[in-house]
């Protein structure tokens, strides 16, 4: 067995172990909310993804950054169909979703 291959098999023990432990803790798998992350843009869609970021999830609540106010804006118009994408995709529980809206420093 390589180095590498006992790398991979004690980091999917470590990823076993979080998951247990955020179960016992009455959180949502490890599994699930890398999931939202990682496949954000198949669950939103590409023009959402482009705009809103998800940045964590706390207590069933996503919270979300934007550059625009006015993402922020459609992402409350939008807020139960990214909901039920996320259902849809994960078995993560979401029940509301925040928005931040993060302008960047202009640039000079």
């Known amino acids: 067995m390589s180095s590498g291959e006992a790398g991979t098999d004690g980091e999917g023990r470590l990823f076993d172990e979080i998951n247990r432990l955020m179960q016992r803790l009455g959180g949502e798998s490890a599994a699930g909310v890398a999931g939202i992350f990682s496949d954000w843009s198949a669950i939103v869609g590409d023009d959402v993804a482009r705009n809103v970021t998800p940045v964590k999830l706390v207590d ?48 000079r």
């Open 60 to 107: 069933g609540r996503l919270l979300v950054s934007v550059a625009d106010p006015a993402w922020a804006t459609q992402v409350r118009f939008l807020e139960a169909d990214i909901i039920s994408a996320i259902v849809a995709a994960t078995p993560v529980r979401v029940t509301g979703v925040d928005v931040r809206v993060v302008r960047h420093p202009r640039r």
